[in-house]
C-alpha cells in the first residue's frame, strides 16, 4: 500500500515539476557546460594554436624531431606489448587463491598505487651512474664502476621502457585477471578430465576467452602510452643530449623550455595520425561489443 | 519548487562566470629563492610597500622550474601579473620584449640610472619588435658570475697545498685530474672535477663561454652580429670545445656529467663526488653557510680564474637577473610604483644580501660595501673575478634571436656529439653552426 502510494506521488511529479524532458535538458546543463569548456575549447584552442605551418617547418628542420618520432613508436611498440604480455603471464600466477600470492599481489600492486614523482625520482637516483645505490652496491663488492645507466642513450631509454612497465603492469595485469576469472571453471575441470596439458588449457581456453579483452587493452594502453609524459621526464629528462625525448616531453621542451607554445603544440599533433586510427578501430570494437 | 530549482541552476551557473572577487590591488609573481630567507627578505619588502602605500599586493612564489611555463601561459592567455621576477625566465626576456609583451620603462629607469652598473643596465635594454625601437624593457635586480670552488681538505689529502694550484691556463686544468689519481689510489671513488656538458643544465653553456672567452673566441661580436663563418672564429671554438671536453675524455669528470641538470654539480660537490666545480653564483658554499660553517669557512675555497692560455686576464660573462612589467598588466601605474620602490638601494641591498651574498650586487653603492668586498672570503674572491676582470653579458643580451641557441643548448648538444658519439670537434661544431645559423635566419 505504502508503495503505491509512492508511486502515484512519483508519478505526479512531472505534472507538478515541469516534464521529465525539460528536467532531463536542465539536469544535463551543466555536463554540457563543463564539457564545453574542459574538453571542446582546450581541444579547438590546441588545434587553433598548431594550425601554423611555420611551426611544422620548424619542427621538421630540427634534428631532434625525427629521433624523438622514431623513439615514440620504438616505445609504443616495444613497452606496450612487452607490458601487456608480461601482464597475461602474471595475471595466470595471481589467478592462484593461495594466501601468499594474494600478500604478493597487494605488494605487486604499489607501484601503481605510488605517485609517480617519488616513485620514478627514486628510481633515478637508484640507476645515478656515480652515486647510485646499483652502481654503489657493484664497486663495494666487485670494485667496478657500473653500467652507465642514464649516460649511455640505449641504456637510458631502456630504463625508461622498463619504468613505464614497472608502473602500469600492475594495472593491466589486473585486467586481464579480471577476464581470467570471467571464464568458466567447469572448462578448465572438463579439459582436466579430457587430460588436456596446462599449455593447452591455456591455448585453448585462457587465451580465446580474454583474446579481445587483450587486444582492446593493447590498443587503450598504446592510446594512453602516446601521452606517458612522466616516464620519460622524470627519469632522463629527454637526455642525455635529447636523445631519449618523445613526442610529449618534446612538446614540452618546445612550449616551456624554449618558449614556443605553437611549435610544442604541433609536436604533439603529429602524433594524431598514430593515436586517431587506433581510437577508431578501438571505438568500432567496442561498438561490436568486443 | 520549479522556481527554486531553476533559480539554483542559474546561480551555479553565475557562479561559474563570475570573477573572484578582486581582493589584491597588484599581482606579483616572483622567483622562489634557494635561500628561504632571501623570500623572507622580499616579503618584508612587499609589506613596506603595503604600509607605505596601503594597497595589497597579490604575491605568488614559484619554484625555479615551474616559472617559465608558468609565465609563457600568462602571456598566452592575457591573465598577466603586474610585475614579474624570474632567473630562468630572464633568458626570454628579450625575445618577450621583442614580442610587444613587455611595458617599456623607461621612465622607472632613466632617472636612477646611475645608481646601477653599466652592465647591468645594459641587460635592460631590447629592442621591440613591433615599433622597431630599442628601449628599457626590464628592471635589474642582482647579477652573477660563473665561480670556481674546490675542496681544501681533499686538496691536502692529495699531498697539495692552497699555493700549488697554478696560475696558468692548462696546468690549472691538469692539477685536478692529478688530485683525482692521487685520491683514488687511497680509495676513494671521486673525480678531479665537476664540469657540466649536458643539454638539460644551463650551466653547461655558461661554463661553456667562459672557455671561448678564455680561447679569446665569440659567437657574436659587439653589435650582436653572428661571425661563425670566418675561419679564425671556427678555429677557435673548435679548440675551445676540444679543450673544454678534454678532461672528461681523461676521465677526470664524472661520467654523468653528460646528463647532469643544473642542481647535480651541486649535489656531487655537496657529496664530496668532485674535489672542483665551476657553477654560476655561490648557492654552493652558500648552502652551508649557517648549517655547517666548518665546510663553508675553512673547508671550501672559492677562485679566481686561471689566466687565459696566452697567460692574460680574459672577459667573464655575467648574467643579469632582471624583472619586467607585463604590457597588458591592469594596474601599470602601480607596477611601476612598486618597481620604483623596490628599486631603493635599501631594499635592492637588502633583496641581494639575502641570498647569503649567492649573487653580486647590480647597485654600483654595494660595491664599496664590505660585505661584498672584504667580510667573507667567497664573496671577496667573487668580487676580485667582477672587478679586476673585464666583463660582457651573454650573447641573448647582444640578440635576442640567440634566445632559442642557449634553450636548446646547441652547446651541450655539441659536446655529447664528441663525448658520445665520438665525433670530431670540428663535425661538432660545423653542426652547431649549421643550426645556429637555421635558428638566427627565423
New interface residues.
Given amino acids: 500500500m505504502a508503495r503505491s502510494i509512492a508511486a502515484s506521488r512519483i508519478s505526479t511529479a512531472p505534472g507538478r515539476f515541469g516534464s521529465d524532458s525539460a528536467w532531463g535538458v536542465i539536469l544535463v546543463i551543466p555536463y554540457i557546460v563543463v564539457f564545453v569548456f574542459v574538453v571542446v575549447y582546450p581541444i579547438l584552442y590546441g588545434l587553433k594554436l598548431g594550425s601554423s605551418a611555420e611551426s611544422y617547418r620548424k619542427l621538421f628542420q630540427d634534428p631532434i624531431y625525427l629521433k624523438s618520432a622514431w623513439n615514440t613508436l620504438v616505445f609504443l611498440i616495444v613497452a606496450v606489448n612487452l607490458k601487456l604480455l608480461i601482464a597475461l603471464f602474471l595475471s595466470g600466477f595471481f589467478y592462484n587463491t593461495e594466501a601468499w600470492i594474494r600478500w604478493v599481489g597487494i605488494i605487486f600492486l604499489l607501484p601503481w598505487a605510488a605517485p609517480s614523482l617519488p616513485s620514478i625520482f627514486s628510481i633515478r637516483w637508484m640507476f645515478n651512474s656515480e652515486w647510485g645505490m646499483i652502481n654503489g652496491i657493484l664497486f663495494r663488492l666487485f670494485g667496478i664502476d657500473g653500467p652507465l645507466w642514464l649516460v649511455k642513450p640505449d641504456l637510458a631509454f631502456g630504463l625508461v621502457i622498463a619504468t613505464h612497465i614497472w608502473k602500469n603492469l600492475p594495472f593491466w595485469t589486473l585486467i586481464l585477471l579480471a577476464g581470467r576469472m570471467a571464464i568458466p571453471k567447469d572448462h578448465y575441470e572438463a579439459a582436466n578430465v579430457d587430460g588436456a596439458t596446462r599449455f593447452q588449457a591455456f591455448r585453448f581456453i585462457t587465451f580465446p576467452g580474454i583474446k579481445n579483452l587483450y587486444i582492446t587493452s593493447t590498443l587503450l594502453s598504446t592510446i594512453w602510452s602516446v601521452g606517458d609524459f612522466n616516464s620519460v621526464y622524470l627519469l632522463t629528462g629527454g637526455g642525455p643530449w635529447d636523445a631519449t625525448h618523445v613526442l610529449s616531453t618534446l612538446g614540452i621542451r618546445y612550449a616551456f623550455n624554449i618558449g614556443d607554445i605553437p611549435t610544442g603544440v604541433a609536436t604533439v599533433i603529429t602524433a594524431l595520425p598514430l593515436v586517431v586510427p587506433i581510437v577508431f578501430v578501438l571505438i568500432r570494437r567496442l561498438g561490436k561489443g568486443e | 519548487?520549479?522556481r527554486l530549482?531553476?533559480s539554483f541552476?542559474a546561480l551555479?551557473?553565475l557562479g561559474?562566470f563570475a570573477a573572484p572577487p578582486a581582493s589584491a590591488q597588484l599581482v606579483v609573481w616572483w622567483n622562489k629563492s634557494f635561500v628561504p630567507q632571501q623570500d623572507e627578505a622580499f616579503k618584508e619588502i612587499v609589506q613596506k610597500w603595503e604600509k607605505k602605500t596601503g594597497k595589497t599586493v597579490d604575491l605568488s612564489f614559484f619554484a625555479l622550474p615551474d616559472h617559465?611555463?608558468k609565465v609563457?601561459a600568462a602571456f598566452?592567455s592575457k591573465i598577466v601579473p603586474d610585475v614579474d621576477f624570474g632567473q630562468i625566465v630572464n633568458v626570454?626576456t628579450g625575445?618577450f620584449a621583442f614580442q610587444d609583451k613587455l611595458l617599456e620603462i623607461s621612465d622607472v629607469l632613466n632617472p636612477i640610472r646611475s645608481r646601477f652598473t653599466e652592465g647591468a643596465l645594459r641587460a635592460c635594454d631590447f629592442l621591440n619588435g613591433a615599433t622597431g625601437k630599442r628601449g628599457v624593457y626590464s628592471f635589474p635586480i642582482m647579477q652573477h658570475g660563473v665561480n670556481i670552488h674546490y675542496w681544501l681538505d681533499m686538496l691536502q689529502a692529495a699531498g697539495f697545498k692552497e699555493s700549488d694550484i697554478p696560475k696558468q691556463w692548462k696546468p690549472f686544468w691538469e692539477l685536478w685530474g692529478e688530485v683525482q689519481k692521487r685520491l683514488r689510489a687511497k680509495g676513494e671513488?671521486v673525480?678531479g672535477l665537476g664540469i657540466t656538458y649536458?643539454?638539460?643544465s644551463t650551466d653547461s653553456w655558461q661554463q661553456f663561454y667562459h672557455f671561448m672567452e678564455a680561447h679569446r673566441v665569440r659567437f657574436l661580436d659587439d653589435n650582436g652580429k653572428l661571425q661563425v663563418d670566418d675561419p679564425k672564429v671556427r678555429q677557435g671554438i673548435i679548440d675551445t670545445l676540444e679543450d673544454f671536453t678534454q678532461p672528461y675524455k681523461a676521465k677526470n669528470v664524472?661520467?654523468?656529467a653528460?646528463?647532469w641538470?643544473d642542481i647535480d654539480n651541486n649535489l656531487?660537490f655537496n657529496?664530496r663526488?668532485v674535489v672542483m666545480v665551476i657553477n654560476p653564483t655561490l648557492s654552493i658554499p652558500g648552502s652551508f653557510l649557517g648549517k655547517n660553517d666548518d665546510y663553508y669557512y675553512n673547508k671550501i675555497r672559492t677562485l679566481r680564474w686561471p689566466a687565459a692560455p696566452d697567460g692574460g686576464l680574459f672577459t667573464l660573462r655575467v648574467s643579469v637577473h632582471n624583472g619586467f612589467i607585463p604590457k597588458d598588466s591592469k594596474n601599470k601605474e602601480l607596477a611601476k610604483d612598486f618597481v620604483r620602490f623596490l628599486l631603493e638601494p635599501e631594499n635592492l641591498d637588502l633583496f641581494t644580501k639575502a641570498s647569503n651574498g649567492a649573487f653580486f650586487p647590480v647597485l654600483k653603492e654595494s660595491l664599496q660595501d664590505p660585505f661584498f668586498v672584504s667580510a667573507d672570503p667567497h664573496r671577496a674572491a667573487v668580487y676580485k673575478n667582477f672587478m679586476e676582470n673585464p666583463t660582457r653579458p651573454y650573447d641573448v643580451v647582444l640578440n635576442r634571436k640567440f634566445?632559442?641557441v642557449e634553450?636548446?643548448n646547441l652547446i651541450?648538444?655539441a659536446?655529447?656529439?664528441v663525448l658520445?658519439e665520438n665525433w670530431t670537434a670540428a663535425k661538432a661544431v660545423d653542426e652547431m653552426f649549421a643550426?645556429m645559423k637555421?635558428l638566427l635566419a627565423?
Fill in positions: 519548487m520549479k530549482m531553476i541552476l551555479a551557473v561559474f617559465p611555463a609563457l598566452d626570454q625575445t671513488r673525480y649536458s643539454v638539460e664524472p661520467p654523468g653528460i646528463s641538470k656531487n657529496n663526488q634566445v632559442p634553450t636548446e651541450g648538444r659536446c655529447g656529439r658520445s643550426r637555421q627565423d
